[in-house]
């Protein structure tokens, strides 16, 4: 499977943006999806997932109640709504896929990665 992320930019502290993650090449409801951030010098570190069908998601906990992760799975599409953010969520976001059931919370877990898109929260 292919992926495609966009919808990143650059978004005053406190503000939202939408990431949007399109997917090609098989069926992608088969697929469990999850973001992926990674700020400079820092480690890739989880922030959202969501299950094949969409029925079960995961949080990292510094994005909980700020961040929601759906999937549409007649548009080949995931997205990943981010409001209130902060400085310290700024950097690349990856969107991942995995036909594995359960979802990962680590990078290992996942077999196919989209290019990024970056996100800049100024303060």
């Known amino acids: 499977v292919q992926l495609q992320a966009s919808g990143g930019g650059l978004v005053q502290a406190g503000g939202s943006l939408r990431l949007s993650c399109a997917a090609s090449g098989r069926t992608f409801s088969n697929y469990a999806v999850a973001w992926f951030r990674q700020a400079p010098g820092k480690e890739r570190e989880f922030v959202a997932a969501?299950?094949?069908?969409?029925?079960?998601?995961d949080y990292a906990d510094s994005v909980k109640g700020r961040f929601t992760i759906s999937r549409d799975n007649a548009k080949n599409t995931v997205y990943l709504q981010m409001n209130s953010l902060k400085s310290e969520d700024t950097g690349v976001y990856y969107c991942?896929?995995?036909?594995?059931?359960?979802?990962?919370?680590?990078?290992?877990?996942?077999?196919?990665w989209g290019q990024g898109t970056l996100v800049t929260v100024s303060s």
């Open positions: 969501i299950r094949r069908s969409g029925g079960t998601t």
């Open positions: 991942v896929a995995s036909p594995r059931w359960i979802i990962a919370t680590d990078p290992g877990g996942y077999a196919y």
